[in-house]
Structures are given as C-alpha cells and as structure tokens.
C-alpha cells in the first residue's frame, strides 16, 4: 500500500493540473466579479456547536481511494434534503472527481435546495480555488494540514476569512493540531483514519482533544463513526460535532440511521436546530431564491454534473 506521502503527492499533482485548466477556462478576474454581488456565507460554526449534543456534520461522498464506489447511484441534492429533514447540522460535499468521483457542480445544485450550511470538501491547495469555492456557494472550505505546507496553510486560511469562507482545519497528528492553532483555526476537525493504513481509531479523536483547550474552538471528529456507541465515546470526551459520510451514504434507510447514531426514534428529535439557528436557517433559505442566479455564474464554464434529479 502507498505511503501517506506518495498518495498526497499523487492527489496534489492531480489537483494542480485540475487548477491550471479551471484558471484557464476562467481567470480569478472573472470570479472576482461574481464574488461581488454574492450574498454573505450561512454561518457555518454556529452550526456545528449545539450545547448538550453532538452536531451531525451529514456527507455527501459517491465513492472513496479505499473504498471504491459507496453509492454509484447517489443523487446529491435529493440526499442533502434528506440529511435536512433528519436534522443534521450542516452538510460536507465531496467535490474531488478524480479520486472520489464527485464534482464542484454539487454545491450550487446543493445549496439551491437546502437551509443548511455546506462545507466543501476537497484538496484545496490554491488561492484559485477559495475564490472558486465562494462563488459555487461554499459556506467554508476544508483545509487539510497534512497536504498543505507550513506557508500555505495561514495563507489560504487567511484568505479564505477574507473572502467570508470558515475553514474546517483537518489534523491527525499532535503536531498537525497545533499548526491548526497556531493559524487561528477556530474549528479543527480530527481524522481519525491513518492515511498509511487506512485503518481507523476513534481514540485518535479523544487523544488528540486533550491538546485544544481553548473554550472557542469547535472539535469535530472524522472517519469511522458508524455506531451509538463511537457517537457516545466522542461526547465524552468533548466533541462538538461528527462527520459521517460512508456510515450514511451505505445505509438503505438513512433517516432510521442517523436515529441510530444520535439517539432519536427519527433523527428530528436530538438534532433539529432550534432558537436562534432555526431562524438563521429560515432566513437563509427564504432568500435562496435570490441567490440562485448569483451562484450560477459561479458554475458557468465549470462544467456539467449529470443529473441529479
């Protein structure tokens, strides 16, 4: 099996190729312009701290490097309305096509149809593709430390701020973590999964929890929560949200799973958001209308997604 190395490498070349051609077809100018007239970010960390309860960060994941295909059949939009109804908090979207066969054409078809805020998941590497992100209705952006070296990780972090993306900053290491901290992230999502193995240790979570004390930074786990048990160890130990992705996507009756996971009969009763999130959420999706023309500039060029429904 390739070492973690080999495969970062791999996907980071891959990525930069994908970059060259998407600036090429469309100059950071032109998303610039578009920027403008975009409305502001759904608040993305609010989302994911929900006192007395782990968050669901629900995702959107057709096939993975390990794995293969999960769901060859998974229409995006459908599933994020169904992850709403269920209650989640906010939505990851895999937008990697080369290596997880989604597609940056997800998040606008997503975004029209859901309150939620959304997360872009990808290997970002490049300024380009913040701008990009905005622009194609990303809420924030993951940036992962192990891809991204001491320079480019406060770079793109910082720019990403300036261009109202929150940044979900993913470590597996001790010393990860701090590079997160010491960029300022104020929300770090904890890998679970060895990029050497593949295998998966939900202690990973709780040991490395221990290093980020400051009261203001939100904690998600990631990889390999598939049980109300892991659910229950990760609340333990001080975990704001989860992101589940495989467990989800693999299930024949998704509602029912989240109820499993979280503790509801449904999955509406622990996670609906209330009070002052519902509102934002309402307040957000009676303008998506408004944002539908904005976003789609974003996409033009981008390229077709295939159907979604």
Known sequence: MEDVKMILDRIIAQKKREVARRRELRPVGELEKVLAGLPPARPFKPALRQPGRVALLAEIKRASPSRGWLCPGLRPAALARLYEQAGAAALSVLTDNYFFRGHAAFLPLIKRRVRLPVLRKDFIIDPYQLYESRCLGADAVL???????PEQMPALFRLAGGLGLACLVEAHTGEEVQRALDAGAEIIGINNRDLR?????LSTTCRLRELITA????????????TRRDV???????VDAALVGEALVTASDVTGRI?????????RTQLLPSGQAAEEHAEDHGNAEGQDNQIQDGVKEIGEAGQDE
């Open 197 to 201: 193995t593949f295998h998966t240790d």
């Open 259 to 267: 109820g499993e996971l979280f503790g509801a009969a449904d999955g």
């Open 232 to 238: 229950l160890a990760l609340a333990a130990c001080g």
């Open 215 to 226: 009261p203001s930074v939100v904690v998600v786990s990631e990889s390999g929560i598939a």
């Open 143 to 149: 940036l992962i430390a192990a891809a991204l070296s």
